[in-house]
């Protein structure tokens, strides 16, 4: 009996070699870092925003709830000092019943914020009870730790 010589297999095929050169794939990567921190530097900036206007929205929807169930001395409370001067609280008791349609929100919509330790503004549309979209705005103001109305505007007059 001849004696086979042995032979070990061929070892297994490597990683195929790169079709990319290297600074390719350095620059795939710096791409792909950066659009992942701009992704989360969107989400916290978006996050933050919301948390800085927390305060002023439960306020304006505090006042349009309480204006538009009639309670006026409650909405004139979330009047700002200032305000309460220019619109005492029987002007406004009057000119709210007369036009108490726009004070009955389903939904707000803030497409446009602005807020700083003392001061907030925002506006977009309030969706009334009845489906009609109105534009609104309202300025805000930092009173003894509160959010109080500066000023608001309802509708286009």
Known sequence: MIAQPSYAPPPPPGPPPSVLPTWARWIGLG??????LGSV???VFFVLMQ???AGPERTIQ???AAAGSGDFTTAHGYFSADLKQVQPLDQFSSQAAAHQQLFQAQDTTF???SV???HADLSGTVTLTGGTQVPASFKLVKEDGQWRLTSYQLGSG
């Open 51 to 53: 948390k800085a206007t």
């Open 62 to 64: 505090a006042f349009l």
């Open 31 to 36: 791409c792909g870092a950066i659009l992942l």
């Open 41 to 43: 530097a969107g989400t």
């Open 116 to 118: 700083d330790l003392h």
């Open 111 to 113: 497409n446009s914020r």
